[in-house]
Every structure is written in structure tokens, then in C-alpha cells.
């Protein structure tokens, strides 16, 4: 059974860095693309970045170019987001997940395992 921990959420005062881990198991983690969502209170789940299996093709929504960093480690079976100059509109619950395909995309619909999610807070 496939299942995805993340970690590492937290407070955070604007302008300041979060780094979120997600872990992964029950699954060949190097073949399979994974994503970063989040989900603010009131709002839909949206993207953030993706990540194809051999961490050479990224993918970023434009809300977070340029502030954040998608990385993976396929031999420690974990991903990453490094999350810098945070703002208030950040906030949010974030979730890990792992797509059936080698590539990832933006849609949630084309990912098929989720993790718990893992809250960042953004204070002004």
C-alpha cells in the first residue's frame, strides 16, 4: 500500500522559509512522478509544483516561481519543497502526491495517492 508522509510544515512570518518533506512507500519511488497542492481554508485545492521521475523535468505554478524549490531524492524515496520569501497567501494546508505516470502534471485528477497534508501558516 502506497503511503506518503509529509513533514515540516509550521508558522512563519512573511518573507521567511518553510522546507516540507514528503516521504514515500509501498512504491518504486523513481517511477512515478510527484506534485505539491495545497488547500487554503475556503479555496480549492490548487497546484503548486510537479516533479517527473527522474527530478529533470519541473513544473511550477506561477503564484510560487521563483520563491520555491521542487526536489527529489529517489535513493531516500522523499521529495521536497523549499518555500522562500513566504507570504500571507501561502497559507495553507499542504499535500504531497504520487501520479501513475512518469511525468507529472498539474491536474489532481491525474495524481493517485495523497498524503495527510501538512499545514503552513504565513503570518503578516
Known amino acids: 500500500q502506497v503511503q506518503l508522509v509529509e513533514s515540516g510544515g509550521g508558522l512563519v512570518q512573511a518573507g521567511g522559509s518553510l522546507r516540507l518533506s514528503c516521504t514515500a512507500s509501498?512504491?518504486?519511488?523513481?517511477?512515478?512522478?510527484m506534485g505539491w497542492f495545497r488547500q487554503a481554508p475556503g479555496k480549492e485545492r490548487e497546484f503548486v509544483a510537479t516533479i517527473n521521475w527522474s527530478g529533470g523535468t519541473i513544473y511550477y505554478a506561477d503564484s510560487v516561481k521563483g520563491r520555491f524549490t521542487i526536489s527529489r531524492d529517489n535513493a531516500k524515496n522523499t521529495m521536497s519543497l523549499q518555500m522562500n520569501s513566504l507570504k500571507p497567501e501561502d497559507t495553507a494546508v499542504y499535500y504531497c502526491?504520487?501520479?501513475?505516470?512518469?511525468?507529472?502534471?498539474?491536474?489532481?485528477?491525474?495524481?493517485?495517492?495523497w498524503g495527510q497534508g501538512t499545514q503552513v501558516t504565513v503570518s503578516s
Open positions: 502526491a504520487t501520479s501513475p505516470s512518469l511525468w507529472g502534471t498539474v491536474s489532481s485528477f491525474e495524481y493517485d495517492f
Open positions: 509501498g512504491r518504486t519511488f523513481s517511477n512515478y512522478a
